[in-house]
C-alpha cells in the first residue's frame, strides 16, 4: 500500500499502463495467431491479405513500447518468411 499521495498516483498510473500494454500485447498476439492458423490451412492467398494488417499492428505495438524493435522485426521476418515459403510450395 503506497504511503505518499504521489505514490498512490504512481501506483494507479501503473495499473492503467499495464492493463493498456496487455490489452495491445494481446490483440498483436491474437492477430498473429490468426495468422499463423491460416497458414496451417494452407490458405495462403487469405495469409497474404491479412499480412500488411498483422505487420502493421505488430509495427504500432513497437512504436508504442510494448515490444521491443527487434522482437518486432523478428516477428514479421517469420511470418513473411512463412507466406513466402507457402507460396514456393
Known sequence: MA?????????????????????????????IKTFRSLLEAGKQAEAAALLPQTL????????????????????KSRLTKAVNRLATA
Open 3 to 31: 504511503n505518499h499521495k504521489s505514490a498512490a498516483k504512481k501506483a494507479r498510473a501503473d495499473e492503467k499502463r499495464n492493463e493498456r500494454n496487455r490489452s495491445w500485447r494481446t490483440r498483436m498476439r491474437s492477430e
Open 56 to 75: 502493421g499492428l505488430i509495427d504500432r505495438t513497437a512504436k508504442a513500447g510494448i515490444i521491443k524493435t527487434n522482437t518486432a522485426s523478428r516477428y
